[in-house]
């Protein structure tokens, strides 16, 4: 008994060890609520200011690729709103949403970003408090980012497209193929469009856009297609996309809010229901 | 004194990895991890215990800022846990002293780049399969933790040649 005693007091350091790493453990598995956690608790209080300081200076050193994309972002605006004057038709009469628009766009900072790990999140400063709810979705100028995967009153974790678990729905923009956009996790800068029934008609070059959903609107650019893989896998073919936006490099982002959501899945419960 | 220089440096790595290293993104994929130098660090004497709750604490308070709660301070824990295996195991001809401290001045530059580059690379593949989860992409895990190994490496020698200078015997 008193070498037992002994051999514990002398290799506590161990069972130090073990419990430590059971606890992270606990932890790692239980990333839904730690998330609430973290928002609601530490990540508010200590890390919310510190995160939204680094982001500021961040934002202070790429001031200029910043003003760069602002007049690129300016030049198609114009460019688009002089295509609007000059083609004017009836269709434009039922299609103005002006009054009650499906998607507003809610500008976001990124105050928290990573594209090294398998797993990533993107913390945007904007949450509760700007009607912020969980599965509307996050994107740039160029290209679509995430998905909103958790809000606290301040703060929001987006899912980005580099995570292993995103997966949306995607199409060619000349000949409406669809399939389901992933991230395999091997390049940061490409996804992968999966379920493709058929590759022909296809040519590398063609533009990725979104496919009609409650979270993107319609056509929104994602990417080109770099490579057409020519094996089957179930009976599907994928293909490489590059993607348009650069996930590590951003810093500002829109949220989208589609007003008609609640609406929408509320009649789905409905009808589920009945 | 010492207690206050260690809370110093505890302050001053965990901030300098929140605010700097973590902006760090090489092409997209090497973000050095400076912090754990923390561990590299502590005396030869502390307690192991010490030593293993220190590193628990750097990797949650690293936690807080970035990923998943548990991820950093899983990989902390278990480096500190192997720090004093990994000192007996890197061959040495310094006869051990009671001022030296692990570090790059007091040590061979042989040792320090044995013993910082073992311990290093034991978190980084530990870190990536534990935020990876799976074994599907091994190569390229593991690919991606060598990189960061070798960021991470080059930056503590940095911070060793600009911080630190030879202990002075008592």
Same mark, same amino acid.
């Given at each position: ?158 899912? *980005? ?86 996930? *590590? ?26 | ?26 092409? $997209? ?25 220190? $590193?628990?604490?750097? $990797? ?9 709660? $548990? ?20 061959? +040495? ?58 960021? +991470? ?18």
């Amino acid at each position: 008994m008193r070498n037992l005693f002994d051999f514990i007091v002398k290799n506590s350091y161990v069972f130090l060890f073990i419990l430590l790493e059971i606890i992270c453990f606990v932890f790692i598995y239980q990333s839904g609520s730690y998330r609430k956690w973290v928002m609601n608790s530490a990540s508010k209080e200590i890390s919310g200011p510190i995160l939204e300081m680094r982001a500021s200076y961040r934002e202070y050193i790429n001031l200029k690729n910043i003003n760069e994309l602002l007049i690129s972002e300016n030049k198609d605006l114009i460019h688009t709103a002089y295509n609007l004057n000059l083609s004017y038709s009836p269709a434009h009469i039922f299609n103005d949403t002006a009054n009650n628009p499906v998607f507003e766009y809610v500008p976001a900072n990124v105050i928290e970003n990573t594209t090294h790990k398998q797993s990533n999140y993107i913390i945007l400063d904007k949450g509760e408090k700007d009607s912020i709810a969980i599965d509307m979705g996050v994107i740039t100028a160029r290209g679509i980012v995430g998905i909103v995967k958790d809000v606290s009153p301040h703060f929001c974790i987006v899912l *980005s497209l580099l995570h292993k678990e995103f997966s949306i729905s995607a199409k060619l923009k000349r000949n409406d193929v669809a399939g389901i956009l992933i991230w395999d996790g091997i390049n940061h800068s490409k996804a992968k469009l999966k379920n493709i029934s058929s590759i022909e008609n296809l040519k590398v070059g063609d533009t990725v856009v979104t496919q009609h959903s409650l979270i993107f609107p319609e056509n929104y650019p994602i990417g080109t297609v770099s490579k057409i893989n020519q094996q089957v896998k179930g009976g599907y073919f994928a293909l490489d996309i590059l993607l348009f936006e650069q996930l *590590s490099k951003m810093s500002k982002v829109w949220i989208i809010k589609n007003n008609y959501a609640h609406e929408l899945s509320t009649l789905k419960e409905k009808v589920d229901n009945e | 004194m010492n207690k206050f220089l260690h809370i110093l440096i505890f302050l001053f790595l965990l901030f300098f990895q929140v605010l700097v290293a973590d902006s760090i993104a090489l092409w $997209g994929i090497v973000t050095p991890m400076l912090y754990i130098m923390f561990i590299l660090i502590l005396p030869f004497q502390m307690p192991k215990w010490q030593v293993i709750l220190l $590193g628990f604490l750097m $990797g949650f308070c690293i936690d807080i800022f970035t990923g998943v709660l $548990g991820q950093h301070a899983a990989a902390c824990v278990l480096i500190a846990f192997l720090r004093m295996p990994i000192i007996s195991l890197v061959p +040495t001809h310094i006869k051990f002293e009671e001022h030296m401290r692990p570090i790059l001045w007091d040590m061979h530059f042989a040792w320090f780049i044995q013993y910082s580059l073992y311990l290093t690379l034991i978190h980084h593949i530990f870190f990536f399969f534990l935020d990876t989860m799976s074994f599907k992409n091994f190569f390229l895990v593991l690919g991606i933790a060598l990189l960061n190994t070798v960021a +991470t490496v080059i930056l503590i020698f940095i911070f060793q040649i600009l911080f630190y200078k030879p202990s002075k015997r008592y």
